[in-house]
């Protein structure tokens, strides 16, 4: 099992990201509620532009290095790869984050009274661990550059104090949903067709 990147060059038409909730609805006379059986997971999809068929090898190569669901691929939200809000600089955890929390205490040197925003991703852990967030409430850190930010999906794994958090590109793990890789000719040569679903799996 490997995991591919996302190769820079590779041509995108359009990308959606979506948020698949793992919930179970429960509804009688009284009222209903819904109860979160286990963690939410991302879900990305990628349609990719027309190509001359002499271009088109990038795509053909990504497709068969997945190897179906066999391997996985490491995404980062191409509309926002860095915040809108205007800290940078080398984040950490400046206090353990438990399993199943949603708020994360972030300390970078040197950047005071600089912002986190609704819409920003943030990575951390690698492996199994890895995972993304978006920060859902704007925030500003303080003098000594500690900032609390609120985020969802909540945390799937214990987080240690001093673990980095990634603000540049930050990405999470998929695998496809489809073993099948297709796309298509027209007589003038044009290749298209090509396209991808994928669901997070940090499982190896």
């Known amino acids: 099992m490997s995991v591919i990147t996302l190769p820079s060059t590779l041509r995108i038409a359009s990308m959606s990201w979506e948020q698949r909730r793992n919930d179970m609805e429960f509804r009688s006379i009284f009222g209903a509620q819904a109860v979160e059986i286990s ?60 399993q199943g929390a949603t708020s994360l205490n972030i300390i970078a040197a040197g950047q005071n009274n600089l912002t986190l925003l609704q819409g920003d991703m943030l990575g951390f852990g690698t ?49 496809r949903q489809d073993s099948k890789s297709s796309w298509k000719y027209s007589p003038n040569k044009v290749v298209e067709g090509f396209s991808l679903t994928l669901l997070e799996d940090p499982r190896p």
């Open 39 to 98: 963690g939410p997971l991302w879900e990305v999809s990628l349609m990719a532009t027309a190509y001359l068929e002499a271009e088109s090898n990038a795509w053909k190569a990504l497709l068969m290095q997945l190897r179906g669901r066999t391997n996985q691929i490491a995404i980062y939200d191409q509309s926002r790869p860095i915040p809108l809000g205007t800290m940078r600089g080398t984040m950490t955890l400046n206090a353990a984050a438990a």
């Open 127 to 175: 492996g199994l661990t890895q995972q993304l967030v978006m920060v859902v409430a704007d925030a500003t850190s303080n003098g000594s550059g500690v900032i609390n930010v609120t985020v969802e999906p909540p945390v799937r794994n214990t987080i240690a104090s001093g673990s980095s958090v990634t603000w540049n590109m930050p990405t999470a793990l998929f695998r």
